[in-house]
């Protein structure tokens, strides 16, 4: 029964994020613009993608997405990132591991969250990344259905799409890269559910053009001050 565990952490690998924040720094201004680094700013809905896959690792095993995308909202400054739609599968199904599970995500929207650029560019990112108040539910299809939930904040790097640093060089938008991030399990789940999951995943992140038309075809960028 151990490695029911691992497929139940599979939905968490969607919060990988949908832009590139952190928590503001006073000295340090962020700004959002349309596609490069001389650009207006930008403000207004975005939507990420899955590039690839995303992958949950525990210490009994390990799952995956290969389909996932979350759309919502931020100010140019970088501010009220908030989450307000999340989806995720494999090939239009329940997610993949030893059982299959449907994951979905809860107490949207997501808010709380905003973008920061990094002055330092450590390892290699333009900004960082802060996704705040998530929940998700995990169904595994076992036993009449396991439940889990998974919560918290999740932080993640951020990467301008012209950053030999990105993590798809072969992708030139703004991407948001989760590497080895640690979500935690809340109660209310079944006694299966693993207490921590490790995740990695990165996403293309893209803006409208037309402001609300759901069409997002506007490249982002994003600069800042140094402190």
Excluded at 196 to 222: K, R
């Amino acid at each position: 029964m151990a490695r029911i565990r691992q497929t139940v952490t599979v939905g968490i690998t969607a919060l990988a994020v949908v832009a590139v924040a952190a928590p503001p720094a006073s000295a340090v201004t962020t700004t959002i613009r349309k596609g490069s680094a001389t650009a207006d700013a930008y403000s207004g809905n975005v939507r990420a993608s899955l590039l690839g896959e995303a992958t949950v690792t525990t210490s009994i095993g390990s799952g995956s997405c290969n389909q996932s995308t979350m759309t919502g909202s931020i100010n140019s400054n970088g501010s009220n990132l908030s989450i307000s739609g999340v989806t995720f599968n494999t090939n239009g199904g329940p997610c993949t591991g030893s059982v299959s599970s449907t994951i979905t995500p809860e107490n949207l929207p997501w808010s709380g969250g905003n973008v920061t650029w990094d002055a330092a560019h450590t390892g290699g990112r333009d900004a960082t990344v802060l996704i705040s108040n998530f929940r998700i539910k995990a169904v595994v299809d076992l036993l009449g259905g396991i439940t889990c939930y998974f919560g918290g904040n999740l932080t993640a790097n951020g990467f301008n799409g012209d950053n030999p640093s990105r993590p798809v060089a072969t992708n030139n938008q703004a991407q948001v890269g989760v590497t080895n991030a640690t979500v935690n399990r809340l109660s209310g789940g079944n006694f299966f559910c693993p207490s921590t999951a490790t995740v990695n995943a990165t996403y293309q992140l893209l803006g409208e053009t037309t402001p609300g038309s759901g069409t997002y075809d506007q490249s982002l960028y994003v600069t800042g001050t140094n402190p």
